[in-house]
């Protein structure tokens, strides 16, 4: 791999709609080649999530939820699976991968209560997927 060259990561969860999405785009700050999908994507990415994330100054408004389908046959350096479900149905990828990895984290998207109380679970887990991300990123990035 060329020095220049970014490091494919492939972020995976159930929906794509909350989870993946905030990883995708703390990754994405970092400096990974990065994409996320789903393994039975919702429609739209979480409203909350966006919200949280911009409070961050990362825009996620653009992203949509994609089917883990799509990238079966692409080379990624490192795949990563952020909860239980999307680590336990993974499909067999054909391209090739360097790393497989999993954290699960909690699913904001089944919280409950008005709208302050909800957006307080996004930001625990979205602080815990950015210690996450972070993290990984010391020790795969720096990975000669």
């Known amino acids: 791999m060329e020095s220049n060259e970014k490091k494919k990561i492939l972020i995976l969860c159930t929906g794509n709609s909350c989870r993946s999405q905030m990883a995708e785009g703390f990754a994405r700050k970092v400096g990974w080649q990065v994409f996320s999908a789903g393994t039975n994507p919702e429609i739209k990415v979480s409203p909350f999530a966006v919200y949280v994330m911009q409070e961050m100054k990362i825009d996620i408004s653009h992203h949509t939820p994609k089917s883990v389908d799509q990238y079966l046959s692409d080379d990624f350096y490192l795949v990563a699976t952020v909860c239980d479900n999307a680590r336990d149905t ?15 984290f909690e699913d904001p998207a089944y919280a409950t209560g008005n709208d302050k109380q909800i957006t307080e679970v996004y930001r625990k887990v979205r602080n815990e997927i950015q210690v996450w991300v972070n993290a990984i990123s010391k020790y795969y990035l720096n990975d000669k």
């Open 90 to 104: 993974c499909p067999i990828f054909t391209g090739s991968c360097a790393h497989q990895i999993h954290h699960g």
